[in-house]
T-cell receptor
């Protein structure tokens, strides 16, 4: 499978704990995006990278959230001091630069479902 | 601010019925328009997209969508649904880099 991989698929954590998710994009895709999807809502943009540079962050990305893509390949999303409101599906997607993905669109991963208890 | 409205939250149809899901967006500039589908337990998959040209776009699995610029709409249609079309459908616009998704429409097709 050469799609976007996310790990873990599910994570249950206690409130106040830190969690980290990983995303492995399609290898030739240089853009990587993080979205959050809560129940009954569509995905909401969090942040995106072009290679290793984080180019845009949403206001949803509070200071408890940090994302990295150190070598321009895989990315991690860390949530510190988790709160119950952080419970959601965290989606990763990748694409080529604007010219290329005009034809191919994004490819989404299956997501990491976070439950904060 | 950009927004996407999907008018139908939950649609229930019998097999062979025709489907139309509404989508309206608010954005003043040029946008790319998409419909994604999410089958139970699976990831978002692209159904179809519109960038420019013919406003009637055909996608996979017999779906099509029509872009009406004057109405800021991009409605999804299928002449005859199947039980396997049961899924969540999301309309999305992409002005520049990121997507703005609607809240989704849950479609249940009864055999």
């Amino acid at each position: 499978d050469t799609g976007v991989s996310q790990d873990p698929r599910h994570k249950i954590t206690k409130r106040g704990q830190n969690v980290t998710f990983r995303c492995d994009p399609i290898s030739e895709h240089n853009r990587l995006y993080w979205y959050r999807q809560t129940l009954g809502q569509g995905p909401e943009f969090l942040t995106y990278f072009q290679n290793e540079a984080q180019l845009e962050k949403s206001r949803l990305l509070s200071d408890r959230f940090s994302a990295e893509r150190p070598k321009g390949s895989f990315s991690t999303l860390e949530i510190q001091r988790t709160e119950q409101g952080d419970s959601a599906m965290y989606l990763c997607a990748s694409s080529r630069l604007a010219g290329g993905d005009r034809n191919y669109g994004y490819t989404f991963g299956s997501g990491t479902r976070l439950t904060v208890v | 601010a950009q927004s996407v409205s999907q008018h139908n939250h939950h649609v229930i149809l019998s097999e062979a019925a025709s489907l139309e899901l509404g989508c309206n967006y608010s954005y003043g500039g040029t946008v790319n328009l998409f419909w994604y589908v999410q089958y139970p337990g699976q990831h978002l998959q692209l159904l179809l997209k519109y960038f420019s040209g013919d406003p009637l776009v055909k996608g996979i699995k017999g779906f099509e969508a029509e872009f009406i610029k004057s109405k800021f709409s991009f409605n999804l249609r299928k002449p005859s649904v199947q039980w396997s079309d049961t899924a969540e459908y999301f309309c999305a616009v992409r002005p520049v880099n990121q997507f703005y998704f609607g809240t989704g429409t849950s479609l249940t097709v009864i055999p």
